[in-house]
């Protein structure tokens, strides 16, 4: 099984700086992607207490759970970060592959794929390589830079009591430790960054995360020891099987028309019910508050379903949905909810993409995240739109606050003021001021003394929006089955090891930025074959290599977990995680992994050396970049070669070559091109970082 293996913090450092500086970009990222936020527009949010800059941010999924996430995270504008779940069971054996996105999104990982020392490691890493960027200057723009750490764990009461989990959730509300560590790793070329004051205390916030069919009594077992014992504040992730089978299949099959998605009568049994979903909100609200902690829910968890599609290992009994009818569901169940208790704070994942974002913020949800999305073609690069689609929401209504936003979005304003405002002129000023070019409610009422009402207003008309964009989502064409049956195009050719059609999707579609781009030399080359023949080596012709394109694609292995989703969405076959170049970022890696072809790169002593697994046969070839000659074995026969002209200049056979044992030099010149582009220190890459 593929594991992901992080980074060393100095690589990340080197490259993360580097490319900037060389290419305009970070970890793939191209800086026009980054986010500056609006100068003239304040979209800022309040969750559980703190600030942050905007209400946006990865769900806890693959896209934030390794150091480079959470920076691609950051760039692309999202400043509340949900991080993927940990659990004490942190060795688990997840099938492969793990997520189909093809259209509506459906996965069977659920659960973060690190150690829980790991996950620690690299979630600090992140936070101080947001630091360091934000320190830098980087993205630039008005530095609306106030980000939050929202912890994720799961999933029953007795593994988060674990003292392994209690001591993770220690390390994150006190990350001095681990800062001081990865302190000490920064290259010395960027040595003025060490002295930076990086964040320690990455979060005071967990959301709950429960297995489906957990029992109530062990959700709010589990939520009372975080108030109490973990002194954190809670949100617990609620499940869309508390709308009833009859609603959601209702939904599911007659409004949406995906009567393919079948749902199980067991899992709506063991599954949190309505009333005593309120029955918890209820006593752990009263409880948070008297601990001065906070308390909200979050709707909603994915909805567990039959595994229906040939995606995923037959041995997959079922699969969790997501995406397009997830967001319709959810929002039936916000609605649902806030009918009944429409002052508890909800936060919202669900399908949420650029065209629905803007009517998310304005349900006053915080934080709103996304997945699904951001597992399509330009991966966090699709992150910007989202708040560039609020912005001119926001704009076109003549507002600058986000609460502002909310009273005016969807004509609920004057409810929400009458609901709220006592009667009398400073009621009537309000009102009137909501058909104004420009509305400042908040400074109405401040200059009236009466600030406490404002939050208090926005929340009303919030919960007042509800049933309005719900209604609109569900007659919206685009959530129904017939709009999301398209499957992403294959053109019907094969990935080999070098060239493509170049799309370079799966580049941003790899959550782990574990896809890249390198460039080398095209070559159109004979090669022989050599021979141990009476302990000599005899040459006899070979074939012809041919590389057309000097753009080529390849994958770091340490940073790919075989989800598959690269291959969703490449127009080829064969999966450019399987057929393009795959490096390895240690010796230790590349020797571990025997079933699968690879290379690992290191600069040592001036020279350049690779181990090549080709056909499953491996190899050996160490450069002299000054001198440009190479040695090449196979462990039976050794070259000597002219490294720039692709010449064989000497051979000879190893003590113990067997009688008749062949080398084709095409091997050669794989691993000489792969091995050129990516250690190539002009553009960078996860493979030549250690070295930038």
């Not at 504008?77 to 779940?85: D, H, P, Q, V, Y």
């Not at 704009?395 to 609460?403: A, C």
């Not at 079933?595 to 020279?607: K, M, N, Q, S, T």
């Amino acid at each position: 099984m593929a594991e992901l293996v992080p980074a060393p913090f100095a690589s990340l450092v080197r490259r993360m700086f580097r490319e900037h500086e060389r290419e305009q970009k970070i970890f793939d990222l191209p800086a026009r992607r980054f986010w500056r936020g609006a100068p003239d527009l304040d979209t800022s949010v309040t969750f559980h207490g703190h600030r942050a800059s905007n209400p946006l941010g990865p769900a806890a999924g693959p896209q934030d759970q390794m150091a480079q996430n959470v920076v691609l995270s950051w760039l692309a504008g999202s400043r509340i970060l949900e991080l993927k779940t940990v659990q004490v069971n942190d060795r688990l054996v997840i099938p492969r592959p793990c997520i189909d996105a093809t259209n509506v999104g459906y996965n069977v990982e659920w659960s973060q794929e690190l150690r829980l020392t790991e996950s620690l490691s690299e979630y600090v890493a992140g936070s101080m390589l947001v630091d360091m960027l934000r320190a830098s200057g980087i993205p630039g723009g008005t530095g609306k830079a106030d980000t939050l750490y929202d912890m994720s764990v799961g999933y029953d009461l007795a593994g988060i009591r674990s003292p392994q989990v209690r001591a993770w959730i220690e390390g994150m509300k006190d990350a001095r430790v681990e800062v001081e560590r990865l302190r000490r790793e920064i290259p010395d070329d960027f040595a003025a960054l060490r002295d930076l004051d990086f964040t320690t205390r990455l979060s005071d916030q967990v959301t709950l995360s429960t297995f489906h069919g957990c029992p109530a009594h062990e959700i709010e077992g589990i939520a009372r020891f975080l108030l109490i014992e973990m002194d954190v504040h809670v949100t617990v992730k609620m499940n869309p099987t508390l709308l009833g089978r009859p609603t959601v299949d209702g939904i599911l099959h007659g409004l949406l028309g995906y009567h393919e998605i079948e749902t199980r009568p067991e899992d709506f049994e063991k599954d949190l019910h309505w009333d005593q979903a309120l029955e918890i909100t209820d006593r752990l609200t009263e409880l948070a508050r008297s601990l001065g902690r906070t308390f909200q829910v979050k709707f909603s968890n994915t909805l567990v379903v039959k595994n229906h599609r040939a995606f995923f290992p037959s041995s997959e009994a079922v699969m969790y949905l997501s995406g397009e009818p997830l967001h319709v569901l959810t929002l039936a169940l916000v609605d649902r909810y806030r009918r009944v208790r429409p002052d508890v704070p909800i936060s919202f994942s669900a399908g949420v993409d650029n065209r629905n974002f803007p009517d998310c913020a304005a349900l006053g949800f915080t934080p709103i995240t996304t997945c699904t999305d951001l597992l399509r073609p330009g991966g966090y690069g699709r992150l910007p739109k989202y708040l560039e689609n609020l912005e001119e929401r926001m704009r076109s209504l003549g507002v600058r606050r986000l609460g502002d936003y909310v009273v005016k979005a969807c004509d609920q304003g004057p409810a929400a003021i009458r609901q709220q405002v006592p009667a009398g002129p400073l009621r009537d000023a309000l009102l009137e001021a909501l058909s104004a070019q420009r509305v400042d409610l908040l400074g109405m009422l401040e200059q009236a003394g009466q600030g406490a009402l404002y939050e208090r207003v926005v929340r009303a008309a919030g919960v007042l929006n509800t049933p309005v964009v719900v209604e609109k989502v569900q007659k919206d064409p685009r959530f129904r089955a017939e709009s999301n049956r398209v499957v992403p195009r294959k053109i019907g050719s094969k990935l080999w090891l070098f060239d493509c059609i170049n799309c370079d999707k799966c580049v941003p579609v790899c959550p782990n930025d574990a896809n890249f781009v390198y460039h080398t030399t095209p070559l159109r080359a004979d090669y022989v074959t050599l021979r141990v023949q009476e302990g000599a080596v005899v040459e006899a012709p070979g074939g012809v290599l041919e590389v057309k394109k000097d753009h080529q694609l390849a994958n770091f292995a340490d940073f790919c977990n075989e989800c598959g989703n690269c291959d969703t969405f490449c127009p080829e076959d064969g999966g450019p995680y399987v057929e393009k170049p795959r490096f390895f970022g240690s010796l230790e890696s590349w020797e571990g992994t025997k079933a699968r072809d690879g290379f690992y790169c290191r600069r040592e002593d001036g020279r350049d050396v690779v181990w090549g697994r080709i056909r499953g046969r491996e190899y050996r070839l160490e450069i002299d970049r000054e001198r440009e000659t190479a040695v090449f074995t196979d462990h039976a026969i050794r070259v000597a070669l002219d490294h720039r002209a692709r010449r064989v200049v000497r051979s000879e056979a190893l003590p113990g070559a067997p009688e008749g044992h062949t080398l084709e030099m095409s091997a050669y010149l794989n691993l000489a091109l792969a091995a050129d582009g990516a250690m190539d220190p002009q553009r960078a890459n996860p493979v030549n970082a250690g070295w930038l």
